[in-house]
């Protein structure tokens, strides 16, 4: 790689490295994560490059300069900033989603406990509550069991959430990973994921729930996505 492509490539992740960077701290904000767990990438506009989290850092030493940008092959690109930072033991899956989603511009991936407890327990997050109906079209679904290491986690994520409204899925034994239209909407995702997962526990211990109806869910869905708040642009789906 040449010297000019680094350039290139470090003008066009400038303000992605920020973005990814300042994105870390909702997850400690909102208690996704504890000690070094957990990431968020996202793809640069116009390249086949995504940018992470190094592996094993500290939330409150992240910054900019230290995130890594990699190819869609989950390769570090070297010359360019954080090259000589290992990057997040996730990247292969990242990687994988980036590949065969190419509507996807961002991964997150967190322990949160509510949502954790029920991918220990390989059971889907019912659509009970309308919030969850607007942010997730449904049910968010539990992915199979994988080991890391590999792209395993991508292509389970992959093959659950294809065809799918939901933006996050429950790996099983594992926890959630959460997709967006950019780093942002899949850290809201995340976030989202997380609440109604603790909501959902906290009404289950009350007594059975009772579910919407599809077509309620289907237009709670539509509005949400396509009419509220401030110049709305559709769902990922």
């Not at 968010?140 to 994988?146: C, D, T």
């Amino acid at each position: 790689m040449t010297e000019y492509d680094v350039a290139a490539i470090e003008a066009a992740v400038v303000d992605l490295r920020k973005q990814v960077s300042d994105l870390h701290s909702e997850l400690t904000r909102y208690q996704l994560v504890i000690w070094t767990g957990g990431n968020v990438s996202g793809r640069v506009p116009g390249h086949d490059l995504f940018v992470i989290k190094p592996s094993g850092v500290s939330y409150d030493e992240l910054a900019p300069e230290n995130m890594v940008v990699c190819d869609l092959d989950g390769n570090v690109i070297p010359g360019t900033l954080g090259s000589d930072r290992s990057p997040s033991s996730d990247t292969a899956a990242h990687a994988y989603v980036y590949r065969h989603m190419p509507h996807v511009g961002g991964v997150v991936h967190t322990h949160s406990t509510y949502a954790t407890a029920f991918a220990a327990r390989n059971e889907p997050i019912p659509c009970t509550i309308t919030g969850m109906s607007d942010e997730f079209g449904g049910e968010i679904p539990v992915g199979p069991f994988a080991i890391i290491g590999d792209d395993s986690i991508g292509r389970g994520i992959v093959e659950t959430l294809s065809g799918h409204r939901s933006r996050a899925v429950l790996m099983a034994n594992h926890g959630p990973f959460t997709i967006g239209k950019d780093a942002k909407d899949a850290v809201k995702a995340a976030v989202m994921c997380e609440d109604v997962a603790r909501t959902t526990h906290i009404a289950m211990q009350l007594g059975d729930l009772v579910p919407i109806p599809q077509d309620k869910i289907d237009a709670l869905f539509d509005r949400y996505q396509n009419v509220y708040g401030q110049k709305p642009q559709g769902g990922m789906a």
